[in-house]
């Protein structure tokens, strides 16, 4: 038998592969339809589970059966599409070699997995919604998207944030319209000489004639602080809606109408005040601690009185002069002396 050359050899091979391909285009042809019959059946059976659970108000819950129901008809689809292509092909033999793989493919894919799964547990607790306002570490905003693998807010003031599902699920979010109500606050300080009682009555005042304060339950103010300069009184009120423009409004309007209120009524708002005392250490008391003045006399009738800076300066000053003049007073005797010997 004559050797083929590899020429020969090459185009018999191509040959073959021409005919076999021929063969089964019916196949292929048949196994493309049903693909496509089975992504259109995937679709419609995602907006029909996703129209079902919008009208319970289960959007989150609409958006993972949807999403696991059209990737488990499409993989379907896959299937029978290949074993029509493939009649040896089995499932059971896929499902072998990914189970000998699955370790490989789960360390090399760790994270995409770790925020898949987090994903999906996000959408069926529903620590929070889509247009739910959150806070998130430096992040605030409004939730746009809940995906498979991250979630999508928008900052108020017009900044998109994709954060990693598995950050939201492990970590502390603050839900700020996870309630229907929200209770605002904001500490006002008086002068220690006002009337407390009177300020009081203001605030209240304000609060209640405040067209965004609901009156269940009803306003508040406490004092809550005996500062350095002022006495801290605490305003707090409930809002509803809670959204962020809202309490942005609600809060400008409360405090511009408080401040105008208080002052109108002869209430202090005062600025922080400090009281610096000097401490005179030419004193005959100074190093007596039972009678050194540092700040507050220690008994009451028994201590030096403190002096005013003029008047150390002035003091200082006048001890400068006793001692030159003592100085000139002892070099002229010296000198008399000296004549007189």
Not at 17 to 36: G, N, R
Not at 197 to 224: D, F, G, M, T, Y
Not at 244 to 267: K, M, P, W, Y
Request: proline share 5%; aromatic share 8%.
């Amino acid at each position: 038998m004559e050797s083929l050359n590899p020429l020969q050899t090459t185009t018999q091979q191509l040959v073959g592969m021409v005919k076999d391909t021929i063969k089964l285009l019916p196949s292929i042809a048949l196994a493309i339809v049903v693909f496509i019959i089975f992504w259109f059946v995937a679709k419609f059976s995602r907006r029909l589970i996703k129209n079902i659970t919008k009208r319970k108000k289960s959007r989150n819950l609409g958006l993972v059966l949807a999403r696991l129901s059209q990737g488990f008809i499409i993989l379907v689809g896959a299937f029978i599409s290949l074993a029509i292509v493939v009649p040896s092909f089995k499932p059971g033999d896929l499902v072998q070699l990914l189970g000998v793989s699955g370790v490989a493919v789960g360390f090399a894919f760790r994270d995409i997995l770790q925020n898949f799964l987090a994903g999906i547990l996000i959408l069926i607790t529903e620590p929070f919604v889509i247009d739910d306002q959150i806070v998130f570490q430096d992040f605030e905003g409004t939730v746009e998207k809940i995906q498979t693998r991250a979630t999508t807010i928008r900052t108020y003031d017009g900044t998109k944030i994709v954060i990693p599902n598995a950050e939201l699920f492990t970590n502390s979010v603050k839900v700020n319209t996870a309630f229907e109500k929200r209770r605002l606050q904001y500490d006002i300080g008086i002068g220690y000489g006002d009337d407390i009682a009177e300020a009081k009555r203001i605030i209240l005042k304000v609060l209640k004639n405040n067209p965004e304060a609901i009156s269940e339950p009803p306003p508040e103010a406490l004092v809550v602080d005996l500062a350095d300069s002022t006495i801290n009184i605490r305003a707090r009120w409930w809002v509803n809606p809670p959204r962020r423009a809202e309490v942005i409004d609600s809060q400008d309007r409360v405090l511009t109408e408080l401040c105008n209120e208080l002052v109108a009524a002869g209430i202090d708002l005062p600025f922080p005040t400090q009281q610096i005392l000097f401490h005179d250490q030419t004193e005959s008391t100074d190093g007596d601690r039972s009678r050194q003045r540092e700040g507050w006399p220690s008994v009451k009738g028994n201590n030096p009185k403190p002096r005013s800076i003029g008047g150390s300066l002035r003091h200082l000053a006048q001890v400068g002069s006793n001692d030159e003049d003592g100085r000139a007073s002892s070099q002229g005797d010296r000198r008399t002396e000296e004549r007189h010997g």
